[in-house]
């Protein structure tokens, strides 16, 4: 049986532990707060109590899973089940206790979120880490784990944390041929980023899957603290989700369900979020072209980082943070990836791109020189 360690929990920041007020925080992976729409307005709008005289407490909220459908049918993702859970985790640590045990093997992408990997280790599955290149999972290591035998895949098809990889039709088209074979195997895809993340969707979902899950959070699209995700899978797959659901929690808040069916549906939520899908490319593109002028390949093909090889992560952090820049060492989402440090760049002012590249340069071609002496 897998071990299962006790997972550590973040603690509050306290007053001393506060940024100085020249730095600059590009470590979080937030979306910009600027680029969400407002929730004032909404908020008013929202008559809970008559949606739940209507349809009660336990069943989940009609207009937002209308609008999930919607959604998921628009990519080509079949609606013939969908569900709601509290975010993205909720739904996926739900997704895989629906179907596997402790002692499962459960394929996922390295560089990873280092929270998929803790939570597959507080369940007590086993990680069985592949290598991911800008287009996501990379074929040939892919299919060598489903042949030494995996129980499931976590994948995140765009907007791929830390590397920002996302799915081409070529890659998507090679893996869906290299999972078709496996039809037990759980799919669970991880959308979190959806239409923000800069390109389109893409799926390994066919008409031969047999257990998977689509999960689209709403915390970059909204906001980061309307804990409310949306899914569509096979029926055993949200039965058995919405039935565990349903002895634990027992339902996910209808106000916010109301909150977010309110906002998904408001005639402006297309423009805020196109404007927002604009200004992430934007920036991101922005520290790509200043890497790549001064010799640094990048990546960020989608969402809201950029991933930076180096040859050391520590001297890359602390140089960035004595100019004023917190950005994260890429030690936490590694396993057996090399070095690299994961940019932020959801806020990034595309003017401060050229410093940033500037300070990463300086630093490996400092490292390069001591290496050749």
Same mark, same amino acid.
């Given at each position: 049986m897998a071990p299962r360690p006790a997972v550590r929990t973040p603690q509050p920041a306290s007053p001393a532990r506060e940024l100085r007020p020249h730095v600059r925080d590009l470590s979080i992976g937030l979306p910009d707060p600027a680029l969400l729409p407002p929730l004032g307005a909404a908020m008013l709008q929202v008559d809970v109590d008559a949606?739940?005289?209507?349809?009660?407490?336990?069943?989940?909220d009609p207009k937002l899973l209308e609008i999930a459908a919607a959604s998921f049918g628009a990519d080509g993702i079949p609606t013939a089940a969908v569900g709601v859970a509290a975010g993205a985790f909720d739904a996926i640590e739900r997704v895989l206790q629906a179907h596997l045990r402790p002692g499962d093997r459960v394929i996922i992408e390295d560089p990873v979120y280092a929270s998929i990997r803790d939570l597959l280790l507080a369940l007590g599955l086993v990680p069985v880490p592949v290598a991911v290149d800008e287009l996501g999972l990379r074929p040939e290591p892919f299919e060598a784990s489903l042949a030494r035998g995996a129980e499931a895949v976590i994948l995140v098809?765009?907007?791929?944390?830390?590397?920002?990889? !996302?799915?081409?039709?070529?890659?998507?088209?090679?893996?869906?041929?290299?999972?078709?074979?496996?039809?037990?195997?759980?799919?669970?895809?991880?959308?979190?980023?959806?239409?923000?993340?800069?390109?389109?969707?893409? $799926?390994?979902? $066919?008409? !031969?899957?047999?257990?998977?899950?689509?999960?689209?959070?709403?915390?970059?699209?909204?906001?980061?603290?309307?804990?409310?995700?949306?899914?569509?899978?096979?029926?055993? $797959?949200? !039965?058995?989700?919405?039935?565990?659901? !349903?002895?634990?929690?027992?339902?996910?808040?209808h106000v916010l369900q109301a909150l977010v069916a309110e906002l998904l549906s408001d005639p402006l939520f297309e423009d805020t979020a196109a404007r927002a899908c604009d200004t992430y490319a934007g920036r991101r593109q922005a520290l790509l072209a200043a890497l790549a002028e001064r010799g640094i390949a990048a990546y960020g093909r989608s969402g809201l980082n950029v991933w930076v090889p180096v040859r050391e992560e520590a001297p890359v952090v602390a140089a960035l943070f004595e100019r004023g820049w917190l950005v994260l060492a890429g030690e936490r989402f590694r396993i057996a990836a090399p070095p690299g440090v994961r940019i932020t760049t959801a806020t990034l002012d595309p003017d401060d791109a050229t410093e940033i590249a500037e300070v990463v340069a300086t630093v490996e071609q400092a490292g390069r020189l001591r290496r050749e002496y």
């Open positions: 949606r739940l005289r209507l349809n009660g407490l336990e069943s989940a098809p765009r907007a791929q944390n830390p590397l920002g990889a !996302a799915l081409d039709a070529e890659r998507e088209s090679l893996l869906r041929n290299l999972l078709e074979p496996h039809g037990g195997v759980l799919l669970i895809e991880d959308d979190h980023a959806s239409i923000v993340s800069g390109v389109p969707c893409r $799926t390994l979902v $066919t008409p !031969a899957s047999q257990r998977w899950a689509v999960i689209r959070s709403v915390s970059k699209v909204l906001h980061p603290d309307l804990r409310v995700a949306l899914m569509a899978g096979d029926e055993t $797959t949200i !039965a058995r989700v919405e039935g565990r659901q !349903a002895l634990g929690p027992r339902w996910v808040s």
